[in-house]
C-alpha cells in the first residue's frame, strides 16, 4: 500500500527494493476503486529518482489533484517503454489490435481489460508439444510427474516431465530443449546434441553446421560422432530409476498409433519438419518454437472493427465476454467431465428449464466428412495452397455418400498449424445443434463461453453438452441461454495423422486417413473339396485415386511385426514370441546394424520361441550380423504382400491350394500405399 509524502512522491511498500535509482525510468500505476460508483481510477507516471533507504519514489510531475494517493490505493511498477516484439500469438495480436489507438479500439488494458484471462490466453495459444521417447528395459517403476534431463558438458540439452508411459515408451510434457535433431546441411547445431539421419544417431563434437551428410558407421566424420549407445537420461526428481536408456536405432522420440504404425513422438509437430521457419515468424529453428496456435494475419482497416476481431478470434477458437465492465479472453479447449451434481451450476436439468427448449439443427449442408482449406504457403511466395483431409468414419455414417467442405484461413502461414485448424473444424461441422431456452436464476452463474450439460428424459438426452454462446439476464431474474452442440473430440491433436519420425524435413502427406475400411474374410470351398480360399471384401477410400495401391498382407501367425531387440552375431532376440518356423520369409522395416530395408531374408534356425537366425536365400548359412548389440527396436515384416490392386477394386479370394476339408486359420491386413511426387 503507498503513503503519500508530497505531490511528486510516494512511498512504497517495505517489500520494495533498498537499492537507489532501482525503479528510475519505470513506470508507476497507481490504482484505486470507488466502491460507490464501482468504477476504478488509475493513473500513471514516470519514476525518475528513488531512495532506497527510505522506499520514497519521486515522479516526473505531480499528482493529480482528485487523486493523491492514499494508504487504501494499490499500485504496481512495470517497465516505462511497452514491448513492442512482433508476435505470432493470436491472443497477443488480439491484444495489440484492441488497443491500438490508431487502428483499434484503444481500450486501456489496466481499465478496460481484465489482464489475467489475456494472459492465460497467451499462454494456451503458446502451448508446446508433449514429447514421447522409446526405451528398453523395464519403466514399470517410473513414476508420473518424475522429472528426466539429459546433459552434456553442464549444458541442459533436454528436460521434461513424465507424463504418461505405455512400455516402452514415456511421453513427457513441460519440456525444455530437444533430445534428437534431424540431419539438415544448411542447420547449425550446438556441441553434445544429438542428431539422426535415416536409422543413425550421431552426437555433434564440434558445433556448426554440417554440410555433408552423415553415412559413417563407426568413428566420427564432419564433426558427428557416431553413437553404438544410448542416450540416457538423469532423473532430476521424483521416484522410481535413476536413469533411463533410449533406443538407439535412430530417432528415439517417435510413439506408434493405434495400428501400429511407427509415428512422430511429438503431440504437435516436429520442429525439423518446417523448412520456412523464418518466413512463419519464429524467431529460431528450435522445439521451443512450435505452439498449438500461430497466425500472422494482415488488418484490413476497411473492414469493421468487428469483423476484425471475430476474424483473429476464429483463427484460435477464441472467446471475447464482456463480464463487469470489463472484456475477458479464453480459448476453447477440451471441457472434460462435468460433475452430474445438482451442486454445480454447469448440469442443468429439466426442472431448471422455464418452458420449452428450442433447437435447431444446421443439418445435411453444413456436415462434412471431407474438407479442402486454403493457406498462405511460405514456400509458394506465400499463395494460397489447398491440403484435404477426409475422415472415413464420418464417409460410414454418411453412407458413403462424399461431402465436401472448403473454408479459408488466410492467418495461418504453417502447414501443420492449418493442420490442427483444418482437423478441428472438420469435427465441429458434425455437431451443428443449437439450442436456445430460458432457466430459472441459477442461470446468472453461467458465462458465455464455457460449457454446459443438460439432462432431459424427453429428448434422451443424458449429460448432452453445449458451449454457451449468449447469455442475456432478463428484469424477471430468469436467465436466456442460447448454446451450440459440443463434444470433447474438437479440440483432441491425436484426431490427426503424423507423419512417420523418419519422415524428410517439409515432407508431408496432405490427405490424412486415407486406408481402406471394412475388411471380412469368408471361407469359401472348391468343387473338389481339394482347393479351399478365402474372399476377402473391403471399402477404398473415396480419396483413393490414380496415385493409390491397395495391398493385402497375409500370414498363417498373428504378427504382422516382430521387433528384434537383441542381436549377438547370427542369433536375434525378439521382444515377444516370434512365432516364426524355418523358411518363413520376412522384410526388414530398419536400415542399420546390418540389416538393409525392404530386403527379404530367410528363417534359417529357431533356437527358442524368441530367438532365431536369418539366411540371405532359402538355402544359404545363416547372416553373421557386423553390429551386436541390445535394446534395439529394429521391425521385421512377417506377413506377406499376397495381391496389389489398384481402386476401385474391392475383393479378392486368396486361394489355398491342399488344404481339402481341413479348417485352418489366416491372419490378413490392408493399406492404401501411396505413390509421391
Request: aromatic content about 10%; some cysteine.
Amino acid at each position: 500500500m503507498p503513503t503519500v509524502v508530497s505531490r511528486n512522491t510516494i512511498k512504497l511498500a517495505a517489500s520494495a527494493s533498498a537499492t537507489n535509482d532501482y525503479y528510475k525510468g519505470y513506470t508507476l500505476v497507481l490504482s484505486r476503486y470507488n466502491s460507490v460508483t464501482g468504477k476504478q481510477l488509475v493513473q500513471t507516471k514516470e519514476i525518475i529518482k528513488y531512495d532506497g533507504t527510505a522506499k520514497i519514489a519521486t515522479i516526473d510531475g505531480i499528482w493529480d489533484a482528485d487523486f493523491i494517493p492514499d494508504i487504501t490505493d494499490t499500485y504496481k511498477i512495470v517497465p516505462t517503454y511497452p514491448d513492442n516484439r512482433v508476435s505470432i500469438n493470436p491472443a497477443i495480436q488480439t491484444l495489440d489490435y484492441i488497443t491500438s489507438e490508431r487502428y483499434g479500439k484503444g481500450l486501456k488494458p489496466e481499465r478496460d481489460l481484465f489482464m489475467p484471462s489475456w494472459t492465460e490466453a497467451a499462454r494456451t495459444c503458446d502451448t508446446q508439444s508433449d514429447v514421447t521417447v522409446q526405451f528398453t528395459g523395464d519403466i514399470s517403476s517410473v513414476a508420473i510427474d518424475s522429472v528426466f534431463e539429459y546433459r552434456a558438458a553442464g549444458i541442459l540439452i533436454f528436460q521434461g516431465k513424465v507424463k504418461s508411459k505405455t512400455a516402452p515408451y514415456i511421453t513427457f510434457t513441460s519440456v525444455l530443449g530437444k533430445l534428437t535433431n534431424k540431419w539438415n546441411s544448411w542447420k547449425g547445431y550446438k556441441l553434445n546434441e544429438y542428431v539422426y539421419d535415416e536409422a543413425r544417431l550421431y552426437k555433434v563434437t564440434t558445433a556448426g553446421t554440417k554440410a555433408t551428410r552423415p553415412t559413417h558407421t563407426t568413428g566420427t566424420v564432419g564433426g558427428l560422432a557416431f553413437e553404438g549407445t544410448a542416450i540416457t537420461l538423469t532423473k532430476l526428481s521424483g521416484t522410481g530409476p535413476a536413469t533411463l536408456t533410449t533406443v538407439i536405432d535412430g530417432n528415439p522420440v517417435r510413439s506408434v498409433n493405434a495400428a501400429g504404425t511407427v509415428i512422430s513422438g511429438y503431440s504437435l509437430y516436429d520442429s525439423d519438419g518446417i523448412d520456412y521457419w523464418r518466413y512463419v515468424g519464429w524467431d529460431e529453428h528450435s522445439q521451443r518454437s512450435v505452439t498449438r496456435h500461430q497466425t500472422n494475419l494482415i488488418i484490413d482497416t476497411s473492414i469493421s472493427l468487428f469483423d476484425n476481431i471475430n476474424s483473429l478470434l476464429e483463427h484460435f477458437g477464441g472467446i471475447l465476454r464482456y463480464t463487469s465492465g470489463q472484456y475477458h479472453l479464453e480459448v476453447e479447449q477440451g471441457e472434460g467431465v462435468i460433475p452430474n451434481a445438482d451442486s454445480e451450476p454447469r448440469n442443468i436439468s429439466a426442472d431448471h428449464i422455464i418452458g420449452k427448449i428450442r433447437a435447431t439443427d444446421e443439418g445435411l449442408r453444413s456436415s462434412f466428412n471431407s474438407l479442402t482449406i486454403a493457406y498462405a504457403d511460405p514456400g509458394n511466395k506465400f499463395e494460397a495452397k489447398n491440403i484435404s483431409f477426409f475422415n472415413s468414419e464420418f464417409l460410414k455414417t454418411d453412407r458413403n455418400v462424399p461431402k465436401k467442405g472448403n473454408m479459408s484461413i488466410p492467418g495461418v502461414t504453417n502447414y501443420y498449424n492449418a493442420r490442427i485448424l483444418a482437423d478441428k473444424f472438420l469435427v465441429k461441422s458434425r455437431y451443428g445443434l443449437t439450442v436456445s431456452f430460458n432457466m430459472s436464476p441459477r442461470g446468472a452463474l453461467l458465462l458465455a463461453g464455457r460449457v454446459i450439460q443438460i439432462q432431459h428424459p424427453k429428448y434422451g438426452w443424458a449429460d448432452k453438452k453445449f458451449r454457451i454462446t449468449n447469455i442475456t439476464h432478463n428484469t424477471d431474474t430468469s436467465v436466456d441461454i442460447v448454446a451450440k452442440e459440443y463434444d470433447d473430440s474438437m479440440y483432441l491433436i491425436s484426431n490427426i495423422s503424423r507423419p512417420p519420425a523418419t519422415a524428410l524435413a517439409g515432407e508431408s502427406n496432405t490427405t490424412t486417413n486415407i486406408k481402406p475400411v471394412g475388411l471380412t474374410a469368408t471361407s469359401i470351398d472348391g468343387e473338389d473339396e481339394t482347393i479351399g480360399g478365402i474372399e476377402l471384401n473391403w471399402e477404398n477410400s473415396p480419396a483413393a485415386d490414380s496415385t493409390v495401391a491397395t495391398e493385402l498382407f497375409g500370414s498363417f501367425k498373428s504378427n504382422l511385426y516382430i521387433t528384434v531387440i537383441n542381436i549377438a552375431g547370427a542369433t536375434l532376440t525378439s521382444s515377444v514370441a516370434h512365432q516364426l518356423v524355418v523358411g518363413d520369409i520376412v522384410t526388414s522395416q530398419a536400415g542399420t546394424k546390418g540389416f538393409i530395408f525392404g530386403k527379404t531374408y530367410y528363417v534359417k534356425t529357431v533356437p527358442t520361441t524368441t530367438t532365431f537366425t536369418l539366411a540371405e536365400t532359402a538355402s544359404g548359412a545363416s547372416i553373421t550380423f557386423p553390429e551386436n548389440g541390445s535394446g534395439l527396436s529394429l521391425r521385421l515384416l512377417t506377413a506377406n504382400i499376397i495381391t496389389t490392386v489398384a481402386p476401385p477394386t474391392t475383393s479378392y479370394i486368396d486361394v489355398i491350394p491342399g488344404q481339402g476339408s481341413a479348417r485352418i486359420q489366416k491372419y490378413y491386413w490392408i493399406r492404401h500405399k501411396i505413390s509421391q511426387g
